[in-house]
């Protein structure tokens, strides 16, 4: 009987060799971590306004720390590789900080003005929007909501926003990955992303309750849904690896200017509002910590 001696030997045995069906299962993997962070709110029955604060101040700091652990050096690093292709702009290659410069700067650009859009992009968020949605007051029709551009909502669709494109490049990332066929560092990868994505499933949940955006059930929809694009990037970066990875460090600095645009503009103002300002820091700081040492665990 042949006995398997690692992990690799283990996924392959189980998967097969073909790096598209790899990327296809690597992308379910960190997707359904994402869905069971995003599930924990179930469990999570009525919380008060100062537990909602503190939740949130932490997914603040998991988001603070995975912008530059998980996605702004990271991003360098991969465009610093010499094995990297560069896109070029008038005859010079854009190597090393410029890339994740590049994407950092749109992504900040684009939550900026974020607000003339973002009520379209509700029903993406959560079906809920499109038809009633609770708030502090009562029950008020989500027509109402666009037009009174009530700053909690918007304030949740904007994290909600940043969180899935923070999910897009590591679902890419994962997929050049396996695409590489670079399996044992891939396999790494995906457990590195799926264990940090179980704190930012949470952190969606948490921001849509904080909203009032609904029942527990569909504050846990919505953190599913944040995560579900990993699935699709990660096939993509499989198949197409060599125009998937050229790309890669500017979708990671794009979700990095996002996020701290996020932090900064909505969380830390919303998490203040309340007087629970010491409970909401105290929490960043705990998810600062929380990512940071499951970056250095995970390598």
Same mark, same amino acid.
């Given at each position: ?8 030997? /283990? ?7 073909? @790096?598209? %069906? ?19 709110? $179930? ?10 604060? +503190?939740?949130?101040?932490?997914a603040a700091g998991v988001m603070l720390s995975a912008s530059f652990t998980s996605l702004l050096l990271p991003g360098i690093d991969f465009a610093s590789d010499p094995?990297?292709? =560069? ?6 290659? %854009?190597?090393?900080?410029? =890339? ?9 650009? $684009? ?11 509700? @029903? ?41 494109? *923070?999910?897009?490049?590591?679902? %890419? ?5 396996? !695409? ?28 849509? $309750?904080?909203? +009032? %955006? ?29 125009? #998937?990875? @050229?790309?890669? @460090? ?5 979700? #990095?200017? !996002?996020? /701290?645009?996020?932090?900064? *503009?909505?969380?830390? =103002?919303?998490? *203040?509002? *309340?007087g629970y300002e010491r409970i909401a820091t105290l929490g960043m700081m705990a998810g600062t910590v929380v990512m ?8």
């Amino acid at each position: 009987m042949e006995v398997v001696t690692s992990v690799e030997e /283990l996924f392959v045995r189980v998967v097969g060799t073909n @790096p598209v %069906l790899q990327g296809l299962v690597g992308g379910v993997v960190i997707a359904s971590m994402n869905l069971a962070g995003a599930m924990l709110v $179930l469990v999570w029955r009525d919380p008060t306004e100062r537990a909602l604060d +503190g939740a949130l101040g932490f997914a603040a700091g998991v988001m603070l720390s995975a912008s530059f652990t998980s996605l702004l050096l990271p991003g360098i690093d991969f465009a610093s590789d010499p094995s990297y292709r =560069p896109l070029s702009a008038f005859g010079v290659e %854009l190597v090393g900080i410029v =890339p994740v410069l590049v994407g950092f700067v749109l992504g900040v650009v $684009l939550l900026d003005q974020s607000e003339k859009w973002v009520r379209y992009v509700g @029903p993406l968020v959560s079906s809920r929007l499109t038809e009633r949605a609770e708030t502090d007051g009562g029950i008020k029709r989500a027509e109402e909501m666009a037009q009174t551009a009530d700053s909690r909502v918007v304030g949740v669709l904007l994290f909600t926003v940043a969180i899935t494109l *923070h999910n897009m490049p590591e679902g %890419l990332a994962v997929g050049v990955g396996f !695409g590489s066929g670079d399996v044992a560092n891939a396999i790494g990868l995906m457990l590195a992303i799926g264990i940090q994505n179980i704190p930012e499933g949470l952190a969606v949940s948490v921001a849509a $309750l904080n909203a +009032g %955006l609904g029942r527990t059930y569909y504050a846990a929809v919505a953190g599913i849904r944040a995560g579900a694009v990993e699935i699709p990037l990660a096939l993509f970066g499989a198949w197409a690896v060599v125009v #998937a990875a @050229p790309v890669l @460090p500017y979708a990671m600095g794009f979700a #990095a200017g !996002g996020m /701290l645009y996020v932090i900064g *503009h909505e969380i830390i =103002p919303e998490t *203040h509002a *309340h007087g629970y300002e010491r409970i909401a820091t105290l929490g960043m700081m705990a998810g600062t910590v929380v990512m940071l040492s499951l970056d250095v665990l995970l390598g």
